[in-house]
Each structure stands twice: as structure tokens, then as C-alpha cells.
């Protein structure tokens, strides 16, 4: 008979006493409750080495979900926490305000070569060769607030405004959020009782304009507040700004829908462009993809530089005439409207190919995707990801198809949050 653990009597709301170990994906770190070989807990609000007081918010068979109530060894990493929201219970939408600027930087850091080891295999010797940081887009404590330009703040029972707390639908009304956009900050959403809302959701542009959405009671669609994530859906309805907002990179400008995708970061978008550049180093005559392409931000930096054949894939009809109607000056680009895997099944897309750029959602292409675009032979695969695992799981797939890892640069696309940004360099061996 295996003997009880000691963790096996605990019931959500118990509290333990924990040493904290390494950073995970997720916005936590693990530690194990009951010695080096006891359960599993996943602690938020802690960070690694520091000596808490954990009380359990959910359990599981094989490990536990914990929030550190009370600090009693701290890490010098450790700072106060900006926001009054951001605490055990409190607002989900951050998970690292507790954790200094390059504490946070780490973190990620971290966490990026964690997944890179478990899922895609590759070595410490790989990921040295790689020299695998997460960089800052605006360096320093300055940068972590004040970046988020598209915020959905859900409405609670009471017509009050909010955001959610962690894994729950329980919505914490709040007077301001710091990690909004100045702009935003600056409209009076928060002050007002929505009682015939589900949500409301306010962007602003990096060309200046600022819109708001009404998500109407009844309306489908999720409160999630999910940076990474599309804001449309059925039922929005405009409340105030223009019908399309500018989003400018460089020197091209896009007139997109207010809910179209679009990177929440205003550095991002031209970051992530310059980096999916220099890895590709398209040329002159070269053929390229753009797959889960949006509004064409990538195709369009490409198709500019090689002058060829440049077919973007796209699902979402916003973003699919968006992309129409911003690169109609390009005719070498084509936009197909289909889901990327169909695309390929079908020969909606078809070789050859030169220069492949992937921008799948969070759960990354999949192995039937990256099998598609292998067997189209480019020369090069520029990889963007919103989440490490999911990349990791797809280089795995490359990597057991003859290909290689040849360059990763991270990103902090999403201060303050768990989420980072990464662009994968992928090559034939």
C-alpha cells in the first residue's frame, strides 16, 4: 500500500509553508510541498528561492495551484507591487508586477530555455549557441507600464467594470489599470456602470486614434483579456472613434477595423518586423509566404524587398480585408482567405517557395502545418510566437523532420505579464 502524502488532506484554502523554486510557463514558479520528491505546487505571486506561506486555490490529481499570502524569506528581486489590484485574489491580467524590470527579464528568459530543453529537446550547448535572452522593447522600470494599447475590460453583475481574476470569470472592478495605454487610462470607462454590457473594450492606435467597443449583454464572445488574442467577435458594437483606426510601421500605415489583431505592444509590430528581416534576408526574385497573416505586416516588409510572388493566409475576415485593402499597392501579394492547415492540405498554397513566415495564434502551426510547409522546401522559416511551448513544440517537429533551430531572439512584448514574444530562425540541416 503507498503510504498518504502529506499534501493528500489538503482542501482549497489550506495554508503551507513553501521554499520556492524556478520560474515555469504559466506566471508561477514550483515548488514541492512535503520534501524534494512531494507534490507538485505551482505558486503565484512568489519568486524563486523565497521562503512563503502558500494558501491552496486549486487542486489537482499529481499537484496543486497555490498564491503566496505571506513573504517570509524575500528574494532581493522583490519590489511592491505598482498596481493595488495586483495581489493574491486580486486582478489575473499581471502576473510579475512584483518582480523587478530585469528580475521580469530573466524570469522570461528562463522560462523560454526551460521549454526549449522539455519539449523541443535542444541542450544547454544549443541554447548557449543560441544565446537565448528575453531583450526589452523600452529598457528599465519606465517601460513596464503604460504599453498596453488594447484593453477589454469584462462587467461584473453590478454593471461594473473590471478585469478577471487568474483561471476564473470573476471579475475585480477596478478605477485604473497601469499597464493601459496613457490614452486610454484617460477615458472615463471606469467610472461609468455598463448593467447592459458583457464587456467594454477600448484600443489606441499607434496613429493616434482611440476607439471604444460595446460588447451588449447576450452577445457572444469572451471576457478573457488575453493580450495575444483577437478582440472581435459577433456583437460588438462602436461607441465612439473611427470606424477604422491607422496602426503605422515606419513608413506604411493600416486602416484596420478597432477588434482586428493587432500587436498590443507599440514598438512591437515594428520590432518583430525587423527582426523576421534580418533573419530572412529576403532577395530580390525570391518567393515568400506569409501564413496566419493578419492585416500582411510581415508580407508586406517582405514583398517590398524581394519584388516576387508574396501569398498571405489568413482566417479571420478582418484581417483578411484588411490585408486586402492595405497591400493592394503591392501586385506581386496575393491574400488568401482560409485556415493556414487547409490552405496547404488543398493547394491553395502551393511551391516553391523561397522564404516562409509563421505567425500562428497561441497554440502554435502543428505538426500537420510545419509538415506543409517542409515539404514545400524554402529556404528559410521565420517563426513568430506568442507562447514558448507551442513553439517549442513545433521546432520539435522541425527538428525531427531534417530541420535546425538556427537563431532565436526573445522579446517582452507584454511587460508585467507572463506572456513573451519570440522569433525562431528555422533552417534545413
Request: charged share 20%; with cysteine.
Amino acid at each position: 500500500m503507498v503510504p498518504a502524502s502529506p499534501a493528500d488532506d489538503l482542501v482549497e484554502g489550506d495554508r503551507i509553508e513553501l521554499t520556492v523554486g524556478a520560474p515555469a510557463h504559466g506566471g508561477h514558479c514550483v515548488a514541492r510541498f512535503g520534501g524534494p520528491h512531494g507534490r507538485v505546487v505551482f505558486v503565484r505571486h512568489a519568486l524563486p528561492g523565497e521562503r512563503v506561506t502558500a494558501e491552496i486555490t486549486e487542486r489537482h490529481r499529481g499537484y496543486l495551484r497555490a498564491d503566496a499570502v505571506e513573504i517570509h524569506e524575500p528574494s532581493p528581486d522583490r519590489v511592491q507591487a505598482p498596481c493595488r489590484f495586483a495581489h493574491p485574489g486580486g486582478c489575473g491580467g499581471c502576473d510579475l508586477q512584483h518582480v523587478s524590470a530585469d528580475a521580469q527579464l530573466r524570469w522570461k528568459t528562463e522560462v523560454v530555455r526551460e521549454q526549449l530543453s522539455r519539449l523541443a529537446g535542444l541542450t544547454p550547448e544549443d541554447q548557449d549557441r543560441l544565446s537565448v535572452r528575453v531583450q526589452p522593447l523600452t529598457p528599465g522600470e519606465a517601460g513596464l507600464l503604460g504599453w498596453r494599447t488594447r484593453v477589454r475590460y469584462a462587467i461584473d453583475a453590478a454593471g461594473r467594470p473590471g478585469l478577471l481574476q487568474h483561471r476564473s470569470h470573476q471579475v475585480v472592478p477596478i478605477d485604473r489599470c497601469l499597464i493601459a495605454h496613457p490614452a486610454i487610462q484617460e477615458l472615463d470607462l471606469l467610472r461609468h456602470q455598463w448593467p447592459a454590457s458583457n464587456a467594454v473594450q477600448a484600443v489606441a492606435a499607434t496613429g493616434g486614434d482611440v476607439a471604444v467597443l460595446d460588447r451588449p449583454a447576450g452577445t457572444s464572445g469572451s471576457a478573457a483579456d488575453d493580450p495575444t488574442e483577437e478582440m472581435g467577435g459577433a456583437g460588438l458594437v462602436r461607441l465612439s472613434g473611427p470606424e477604422k483606426i491607422t496602426e503605422v510601421v515606419g513608413e506604411r500605415s493600416w486602416a484596420i477595423a478597432p477588434e482586428s489583431f493587432w500587436q498590443v505592444h507599440p514598438a512591437a509590430a515594428a520590432t518583430l518586423t525587423e527582426a523576421v528581416l534580418a533573419m530572412l534576408r529576403p532577395a530580390p526574385g525570391e518567393i515568400a509566404w506569409d501564413l496566419y497573416g493578419g492585416a500582411g505586416l510581415f508580407a508586406a516588409a517582405v514583398a517590398e524587398r524581394t519584388g516576387a510572388r508574396t501569398t498571405v493566409v489568413e482566417s479571420s475576415p478582418l484581417g483578411v480585408a484588411a490585408a486586402r485593402a492595405e497591400l493592394a499597392g503591392l501586385p506581386q501579394v496575393e491574400v488568401v482567405a482560409a485556415r493556414v492547415e487547409t490552405a496547404l492540405s488543398r493547394r491553395r498554397v502551393t511551391g516553391p517557395v523561397d522564404l516562409v513566415v509563421l505567425d500562428p495564434p497561441r497554440s502554435g502551426a502543428g505538426a500537420k502545418v510545419v509538415r506543409g510547409i517542409v515539404a514545400a522546401e524554402p529556404r528559410a522559416v521565420a517563426y513568430v510566437a506568442c507562447d514558448p511551448a507551442a513553439l517549442a513544440r513545433d521546432v520539435k517537429t522541425f527538428r525531427s523532420l531534417g530541420w535546425e533551430l538556427a537563431e532565436l531572439r526573445a522579446f517582452d512584448c507584454f511587460p508585467m505579464t507572463q506572456h513573451v514574444e519570440c522569433v525562431a530562425l528555422l533552417l534545413p540541416a
